[in-house]
């Protein structure tokens, strides 16, 4: 039976290289959010804006992301070591779970304080409401503008360009809202407005909770069918005979790993299980941007199945 430990490298230094371009951006976009997560969160208590507070609250969410996009691209220029072999990226998951599961709790607050406010409205300051969510609004468009134009296949800041979409919605719902009680005197358009960022806030935390849990699970990366990847696999050279037992999932954001059983057809010298391996290889990272793959040659039937070795786990045959 021959294994195969040996994996190129070459892609962790353009990964690094990446991430190092990313991190001031990153850096600049997540203090300029932090700032105005503070001043929104003061405004919203001064001003007696729900609507400002939700809005904070959605900041808050994104100054978290920013965060862990930034210690995410700081983590991918560390190297692995003897304990974390895969590196550091899953910290990123790790924290953006948590910080997702946080949020129920703050839209459920969000929504009871609004429902509390329409039957009972409280004053609210318009002028300074009015001043504080344009200046968030403005500060979103910045900070929109420095991670515009990202590599494509950078999902580390592409998804935190996406929560800061977000939050730039909720910031013009927090302008609406202080037009509407300014000029024509509608106080239960803050509650209103507050649910509707809320909203966002809710959809951001859930999209999060489901892709870093599906990651944690191990998770079969989405756009990819093992189905597929067996067919095509199969097809890679003429001397392969099956693959099977073949899985792939992500360490973290855009670092997919696959192993994988070929059997060869008798006879195969050493030679023929190198050519294999590097067509092998090469349609993983071309065909499923997998950077990272295992393979294991059988010389004959699967020795796994023999033994009834991975009983409880789903394998494709």
């Known amino acids: 039976m021959a294994h195969d430990h040996t994996h190129p490298h070459a ?11 990313s991190e001031g951006k990153l850096l600049f976009a997540f203090v300029l959010t932090l700032l105005m997560l ?38 991918a220029a560390r190297p692995a070591d003897a304990r974390r072999t895969y590196g550091y990226g899953r910290i990123e998951v790790l924290a ?20 509390q406010r329409l039957f009972s409205p409280q004053p ?22 420095v991670l515009h134009g990202h590599d494509p296949d950078d999902v580390n800041v592409a998804g935190a360009s996406l929560h800061v979409l977000g939050d730039l919605l909720g910031s013009v719902a927090a302008v609406l809202a202080a037009l509407a009680v300014r000029w024509m005197g509608w106080n239960w358009a803050d509650p209103v407005l507050s649910v509707l960022v809320s909203l966002l806030i809710l959809r951001s935390a859930w999209s999060l909770v489901r892709r870093s849990g599906h990651i944690l699970l191990e998770g079969t990366p989405e756009g990819v069918d093992l189905a597929v990847v067996r067919q095509e696999l199969h097809g890679a050279d003429a001397g392969i005979v099956s693959i099977h037992h073949v899985h792939v999932w992500q360490v973290t954001a855009g670092s997919r790993m696959a192993t994988l059983h070929a059997e060869l057809a008798p006879g195969a010298q050493r030679a023929d299980q190198a050519r294999v391996l590097t067509a092998i290889k090469r349609m993983l ?20 199945e023999q033994l009834g070795c991975g009983k409880g786990t789903r394998h494709v045959h």
């Open 11 to 21: 892609h962790d230094h353009d990964h690094a290289h990446a991430a190092g371009r």
């Open 96 to 115: 953006g779970f948590v910080n997702a599961l946080t949020q129920f709790a703050l839209v459920a607050f969000i929504v009871y304080e609004a429902v």
């Open 38 to 75: 503070l001043l929104e969160a003061a405004g919203g208590i001064v001003s007696g804006s729900l609507a400002l507070l939700a809005d904070a609250g959605h900041m808050l969410v994104d100054a978290l992301a920013l965060l862990l996009a930034f210690l995410g691209a700081r983590f």
């Open 124 to 145: 609210i300051l318009s002028g300074v409401m009015l001043v504080v969510a344009a200046l968030g609004l403005v500060a979103n468009v910045v900070v929109l503008r």
């Open 285 to 304: 990272s071309e065909r499923w941007r997998v950077d990272h793959a295992t393979v294991q040659f059988d010389p004959g039937p699967c020795p796994d």
